[in-house]
């Protein structure tokens, strides 16, 4: 997407520390923004590119005290190729029925998610939504956005993927899928389609979130290389073995 200029002012606002649900004895605080009027699509793509994130029609990047440790990063598409690992993983979820639709809560989509939080997040925010909160997060967007569901052969709903579409990849915004299975890896199951689907697009990136070199939450993010990082130069190549930790805050683009 070429650079076109906003046709209003745009107010970004600093959110109370809260405690960090990543790291443990540590503090997070947010820059956010509304996305919102005719704006809205032009200011997604702009932020996402500058390592901002999206959830309901607010864009927000970290800006903890003392702390820079959420590093923004994609994956290259057309570098990519699955190591042996990831290869394992194709294949155990290769019966799997994939299909994109609306980003239109349902009842089967909300159980799958409360039961992924209760087993992976027990006391975090998430983890208290009821449906109408659920729903809000899925279909309260300004922008083009879309679900992804995955089936297995007999038509169970074992993971679902809410993403962005944007001019230069798809953003995966928020993954959850049935913890009882975990041994088939079905969230890095939902990165390797996002990338398939990336590569039939033309698309040159999926844009991960924030990858926290100390939390093993995160830690699933850097099989898939080659892997860019945004820092104060911009998006580089990351190497997850010598980046040193807190090295890069999107946050810093903007002092």
């Known amino acids: 997407m070429d650079h076109v200029p906003l046709k209003r002012p745009h107010f970004f606002f600093t959110t109370a520390p809260l405690p960090c649900p990543y790291l443990a004895d540590r503090l997070e605080r947010k820059i956010v923004t509304e996305l919102n009027g005719p704006d ?5 793509e702009s932020l996402s590119r500058a390592g901002f994130r999206r959830s309901h029609s607010i864009a927000y990047t970290p800006a903890c005290p003392g702390c820079s440790a959420c590093i923004p990063v994609r994956i290259v598409v ?5 190591d042996r690992t990831l290869r394992k993983v194709a294949k155990a979820n290769a019966g799997l029925t994939v299909r994109t639709v609306p980003a239109r809560a349902t009842a089967e989509q909300f159980r799958l998610f409360s039961r992924y939080q209760e087993s992976r997040h027990t006391g975090g925010d998430m983890a208290l939504m009821g449906f109408y909160d659920y729903r809000s997060m899925i279909e309260d967007s300004p922008i083009d956005t879309f679900m992804v569901e995955f089936r ?3 038509g169970i709903l ?4 809410l993403a962005d579409r944007m001019s230069d990849g798809l953003s995966a915004v928020y993954s959850f899928f049935e913890p009882d299975a975990a041994a088939r890896s079905l969230g890095s199951a939902v990165v390797l ?3 398939d689907e990336a590569r039939r697009r033309s ?5 991960l979130g924030y990858w926290i070199g100390e939390s093993r939450k995160m830690s699933y993010k850097a099989r898939f290389q080659p892997l860019e990082a945004f ?3 911009g998006w580089l190549p990351l190497d997850p073995d010598t980046q040193p930790p807190g090295q890069n805050s999107p946050a810093d683009s903007l002092r």
């Open 40 to 44: 809205a699509e032009i200011l997604h």
């Open 78 to 82: 057309d570098g990519f190729k699955p």
């Open 152 to 154: 297995s052969p007999d």
């Open 158 to 161: 074992v993971a679902g993927c």
């Open 193 to 195: 389609w996002l990338i």
């Open 203 to 207: 698309l040159p990136f999926v844009y």
């Open 231 to 233: 820092g104060p130069n």
